[in-house]
Each structure stands twice: as C-alpha cells, then as structure tokens.
C-alpha cells in the first residue's frame, strides 16, 4: 500500500528546496552583477567544437559591463558586500546540493 501522506511530504520537501537552491543561485548572480563582476567568460576555442559565445558577441558584453560599472551607484564597501553576499548564496547553493547527495546515497550515512 502506497502511503500518500509521504509521498506528499517528499513532493513538497522536493518542490521548496529546488525553488530554494534555484532562488539564491540567481540572487547570487543578481549581487555578482550588482557588485560590478558579471559572469561572462572570454570564449573558448577547441577543435572541432562549436564557440557557444561568438569574439564579437563577448567584446559587445564587456562593453555593456564596463558602461553599466560606471553607472554603478554603489560604494566600494558596498559592491564588496555586494560581493561577499553573492558568493555566500552560491556556497549555500552547493552546501544544499551536497546535503542532498548525502541523503539520497545511503553508503554516506552507514555507521
């Protein structure tokens, strides 16, 4: 027999922590832009593989960084607390995840 009441708890459990990991990973990308780092990476060249951000298209956000940094009203103690906060949300983020391996794999919590 299936027992229902569980299964609703594990669905709502499942449902709140993904909208929590999913809610302070993008409140940590909110504050790394705020704090004047946005996370734009130069693009990679390989063999063969395809360049997902084009030389062009990544000249063209730099410049788009660069401007809105200037425009930026924020302090410098500001934008490092800006900083700080935002790579706390993503240490937070993969603290979640790991605790949630760590229930799922029963051979990480045998005595």
């Not at 705020?34 to 062009?56: H, N, Q, R, Y």
Request: charged share 15%.
């Amino acid at each position: 027999m299936i027992d229902w009441a569980a299964f609703l708890v594990v669905a709502g459990v499942s449902v709140l922590a993904a909208s929590v990991i999913v809610s302070l990973y993008s409140l940590g990308l909110r504050l790394l832009t705020t704090a004047g780092k946005p996370p734009v990476g130069e693009p990679l060249e390989f063999t063969g593989a395809i360049t997902v951000v084009t030389p062009a298209r990544a000249a063209k956000e730099a410049k788009r960084a660069r401007k809105a940094a200037k425009a930026n009203p924020l302090s410098p103690a500001q934008k490092r607390m800006s900083l700080v906060a935002a790579y706390a949300c993503f240490v937070l983020c993969g603290v979640a995840v790991l605790y949630g391996v760590y229930l799922i794999v029963p051979a990480l919590h045998r005595g």
